[in-house]
């Protein structure tokens, strides 16, 4: 089967076989344009892509069945034709002082959605809010309102829905303890714009009868309703009947899972928020933009420069120099730090070091997101922080003696995605956890001291 992957910085279609193993993929960027009216995915270039690559997949493999899974806090404003009314706006973008003001008088409180205010264009409801406040005659248009991933999945079956992963993740639309629309939803009209509410596994529908036949995959091959990534993460684990654990599932964003902690001890200021898994079910959740943190940190000597070792790890340590939170403009995990992140002690000197400093960092950053979902039970480590081979080991000694386990999966989100399909066919196999053993760094208990002291968190 084919899963299609829309990921922030990247798109992939991968086919994966009932073993779970990936027979074969494509990548493509995932590019944005300036606006107007907001900046925006370029979703012309990766439906274009898409074609391409869904031919050039058929006819390697047996495709079956066809799944999207996308990240959150995105949408599709469609016309009555079908087309979309806005480009889809990238989260990132920067919301207007005046619609910041306007929607927080009107936002649902903390405790009814369990989603606080994010910063730049994050919340779909905010998004509709801002569409509805700077447009009004074209928002009037507007007549259906998808998450990404059921956009994608239109697009490949020409049938609508919504499923309750992507809009139960940090979209202000959704009241978490009942699932319903929340009051803002309600209030404004936002709940009647939404089509027929489907389960993540659902079939939407066959592929649209001219893709098919521009791609080579056989007519009536069924799409699926599709799942919000990380949900799709967190879903492969909970399939494989896996209870008691932390989640740390990372790419741009690392998004942190927890099953134990209740959904009434998040706290709203440090970006702590609930997630709905692929049953419907609340889960406690942590977010640290620790993908573009360490990429931020790496690059602050430029490129270039070898792989470090434990000794370059040693040497930052032993010297005292630290990046400090937050170098990204997403700061809530550190309240008030967005985009004020910064070296302190000696100075770095070369590329190596930088990489290394972007591993110790994050590590540090994801060791206070962990003591914020009082995390006890086991910890699995899943996506591209998984790839990194200081991060895992470093997290490990900061924890000790918490046990930290990483997927041996390379394409978990994917993965998930693909057992809505296989799950229906055969039991949902295990997944290959491997134990990471602590690092052994001299020094860096003290050195978690004292970074711990210069962000505010004893």
Known sequence: MLVLDVGKTNVKLLAIEAGGKVLAQRRTPNPTLPGPPWRHPDVGATEAWMIEALGELAREVNVVAIVPTAYGSTCAMLDEAGELAFPIMDYEDEHPEEVIRSYAEVAPPFNETFCSIAPNGMLLARQLWRARHEHPEQFAKVRTVVPLGQYWAYRLSGQLAWEHCALGAQTQLIATSTGEWSSTARRFGFDRLFPQRRRAGDVLGPIRAELAEQTGIPAGTPVLVGIHDSNADYGRYRMAG?????????????????????????????????????????????????????????????????????????????????????????????????????????????????????????????????????????????????????????????????????????????????????????????????????????????????????????
């Open 242 to 458: 896996l209870d008691h654990f932390t989640l740390l599932s990372s790419g741009t964003w690392l998004i942190t899972f927890d099953t134990d902690l209740p959904l009434a001890e998040l706290d709203p200021a440090r970006d702590m928020v609930s997630n709905t898994d692929f049953t419907g079910r609340p889960v406690a959740t942590a977010r640290f933009m620790a993908g573009r943190e360490f990429d931020l940190v790496a690059q602050l000597e430029g490129s270039g420069g070898g792989e470090p070792d434990w000794a370059v790890v040693h040497r930052l340590i032993e010297r005292g120099t630290m990046a400090l939170p937050t170098f990204s403009t997403n700061g809530d995990t550190f309240p008030g730090t967005a985009g004020k992140g910064r070296l302190i002690g000696p100075e770095l000197v070369d590329p190596t070091e930088a990489k290394a400093l972007a591993s110790l960092y994050v590590a540090l950053g994801t060791d206070v997101v962990l003591d914020l979902l009082k995390s006890k039970g086991q910890m699995i480590l899943a996506g591209g922080l998984a790839k990194d081979r200081l991060y895992a080991p470093i997290l490990a000694a900061l924890r000790a003696p918490q046990p930290l386990s990483v997927s041996a999966e390379p394409d978990s989100t994917a993965l998930g995605a693909a057992e809505l399909h296989w799950r229906k066919v055969r039991p949902t196999p295990p997944i290959e956890l491997t134990p990471v053993a602590p690092a052994e760094l001299a020094g860096l208990a003290e050195y978690q001291q004292r970074w711990r002291a210069a962000v505010g968190h004893g």
